[in-house]
Structures are given as C-alpha cells and as structure tokens.
C-alpha cells in the first residue's frame, strides 16, 4: 500500500480464488485507478490488483437462488475472455450500489463520472468548468425539468418513480454520459426520485456535520413559534458559516422547495411535508443510525421547514429580518381576503441569492434606463479554511452582510458601501435572476476563458472583463476558489516535499558524520598500528 493516491473507498468484499473458484472475504482499497486486495485489513502485502483503466462496471441482476450474493463484474474494455472478468460479492443490495458507484467514479471521474456518492465540490469543480453552473449540473436539469412539468402533479416527491429508468440514468451519470432530461425521455416523478436519490447518496448532507448541533439548537424556537425574528436571524447568521458551494446550493434547493409548496393546493405537498421528505438530506447528525435519526426527524423537520418557509428572508438581500417578517404578514393578510384560485407564478425566475423582487416597485421601463452598477475589486485574502475563499467576498450575497459580521470576520470597524445585487434586465423589462432558471445565451468572453485556463497559465483578468450576470459572477468565484484550493494544494504539496528534503538531508548529514568519524577513528588505527610496526622493526634491528 505505497500508493499516495487517496482511498476512494475500503470494505469487506467476496471474491472468487483458488482452483475450485470459492468465495473468500477479502479487504479491498480502491485508490486511483487500481483495486486492491488484502487477506485481512491491516496486512502490509497485498493479494493482488486490478486495474480498471479502460474497465466497464456492471451489477449483475438478482439470483434468488442466491440472496447473499449481490454480484458486481469489472470486465476490461472490448474483452470477450471471461478470465479476465473479475466479479465481486456484496452481503446487501445497497453494499454492491455504492461499490459500483465507487469504482465508476474511479474510472470515468475526470470524464465528469462517478456523479453520485461524489463529494460535492468534486462534482462542482467539473461542472462548473464544463457547464458553468454554481450547483452540479445534475440537481439543475432536474429542477428545471420538474419546474416546467411536475410543479403541479399531485403527490410530487412523495410517489415513487420507474426503479429501472431510474438505475439506468444513474449508470450513464455515474459513467459521465449526461442525459438531455426532458419530459419525452423521463416522467416527473422518476426525475424526483433522481434528485432525491443524488442528495440522499451525498458523503454530506446539504449543510455539513460539523455545523449540525449549531442549527438543530434553533428547533425549539421554531417548533414554538417563539422570538421568531431573533431566531431568524440566527439561521440567516448560521447559514453564512457553512462552505460557499454548501451555502449556494442550500439556497437553489430551498428556493426550488418553496416554489413547489406554493401548489401545494394541487400537488398535495406542503411545505412540512416536503420538509419531513428532504429533512434528513440537507440536516443529520455523522454516523447516526436510523434509531438516532428518527428520534432527531422532529426536530430537523422544523429546522428544514424554517429554511424553505422563510427562504426569502434568510437568504434576502435587501431587507432586514423584521421588515421581511412584516411585509410576509401583511401578503399573509391580503391572501386571506383573496378567493381561493390558480396560485400561479408571480415570480417567473428562482430567487436564489435572495432579490426581493416583489418588493421593486420602479416601472418596466426605469428599470430598461437604468444600467447595472459597476463592479468593485474583490479581496480573497481571508479565504476559509476549507475553500480558500471568504464567502463574504462571494457576489450576490455580501449585502446579506451586517457592520458586526465584517467586523467578526477582518477585525476592522470599517464598512464598505456595498452595490445592489446584479440581476439582467429580461425583453420586457422586468429584473429576472439568471441563475439558475433563466437560460440565458452568451457569447464567449474574457472570463470564460479565465475559468478554462490551468492554474500556471499567468492569465490576467481586468475589471472590465467582469460579467454582469449574477450567474457568471458565481461560475467566476468558483473558478477563483477552485483555482485557490488547488494553489493551496501545491504549496501544501511543496512544503511537505520541503520538509522530506529537510529530513533527508538531516539524516544524509548524520549518515555523513558518522562516515566522518569512522574515517577517523581508522586513520588512529593507522597510524597507530603504523608506529607499532617501526617499532618492532627497529626492536628487531
């Protein structure tokens, strides 16, 4: 196990061996592109390898003659010779699914394969350099397909769809095809079983492990109803501490979730009901087991169920909680006198970075005159710990930001007047966000090839260059916190060579000394035995 390349996966799995073919458990580490296998877990020397370069991953169906043999071959590309075929045992159905996942993703990751059961911004950090969109591209073709078509069909996430259509467009995602998805080639409710079934097979859940007992403290407040806006507030605060790619996606899923509880006189899914389906994807506790989380679920549920009820607040950008609060009653009251009838879509694009843009009361054509505000320099200084990059620098959500907040985060009582959130003017006027609802065609730019050029490649990016889109902005900080993390890897990279070269050299000069003492203590030998000798040959003479 010299191999530096980072273990993708490891586990007990059966495989057949010996002359009689028998299933023997062996210990299998997955790293790179190659496969090994281990008598016992610890052991120093491996049984053997397969390579999987070029190799084809398929489950083999179901032998009820069998129930303990959940089968998975690995077979070389364009070889017909069953001896090269290797197959592989699993104890359970869901053993044999994430082993297969594991090793797609091992062979077609760098072709965009291996999307589920992949850590999130491994999956962004390929679609945003080929699809430029700030959510993997997966969650975006779904969400816009169940947009336009299942918004309004009854019972929406909560019936199942068709199981084989559904493994047959997790094979070609995890195999880096990506399906055009559209109402021809898959219903809505197998498409919500595919996006179900991409949160629910993420390493982490939407908002990661470390910050779970921050957000469920809040679960009373919200179960209660009690000092609503305070504890708002709190979510708002606790949702700017997660990663930016968690804290982006967090507000498309919600922002989604919100637009579909607003049918919910049609499709029957209320805002606790889609909470109590997504709950446990976007909030669980590490390595809980079903026990803890059903005894947690409440208490999630009300979290996740603030989050999509009040996702225009938290993730607003032009209003303070209390006036959020208060103009959500006032609608609330305006509803009330309003005969029940089609609920609509008074918003045609998704609100994902928080634009109010009910509250706009200009007219279409101010809103045509009036040119968006220039964009100012951005600072990556004070990256996170886990990205690189400071998500109060992030476009789009800085004016979400309070004086303590810049305080906390720089030190430093100096505020900087932010610029309203950038959003593109649609045909007839209207202001309209363009991630990620709107399709939008571009012309190629200066900063798309920034964002497609390799990290040594020296090329500069001027103010002018920025884009206007809010769209093009986020792919421009994710290509800028992508680029970071990895010029953080490097140096991270050169220092430990650093300090391997330190050591050698430490230990070089030691075996040096040493080789220098020896030396001298057998030129003393010399010359003392050299004196011994004219000794007794002047004795003899």
Known sequence: MNDVTKVIKSGWLRKQSGLVRSWQDRWFVLKGQSLYYYARENEAKQHGVVPLSGCTVEEIAFNRDEPDRWLVEISPAGSAKSSETVQLCANTEALRTEWASALRRAIYGLIGGGVFGGPLLDVMRYDMAHYHCSVPHIIKQCVELILEHGKEVEGIFRLSGRLALLKEMRRQYDEGVRPTLTIQTIDVHTTASLLKLYFRELPEPVIPFEHFESFLSLATSFKHNSKLESTLESLRTLTKMIPIENYLLLDYLTSFLYKISKYQNVNKMTEKNIATIFGTNILREEDSTPEVQMATQNLTTHVVLALVKWHDVIFSNTMSIKEALAAEEAETADTAQVPAGDVGETTETANLLGVDFASESKSSEEAVTKSPPPVPSRSFENGSKDSGLDLYSCPGIESTLTANDVK????????????????DLSPDGRKSATMPFTKVAREPSNFTSFIDSPLDSRYSLNIGDLPNSVED??????????????QNQTIARLEEDNKSLEVRLREKSLELNEATEAKDVAVSKVVTLSQQLASYQSQLE
């Open 408 to 423: 906390r985060r720089t030190g430093s009582e100096k505020v900087k007047a932010r610029p309203a959130a950038l959003v």
């Open 473 to 486: 902005l986020q792919t421009l900080v994710f290509s800028l916190k992508l680029k970071l993390k990895d």
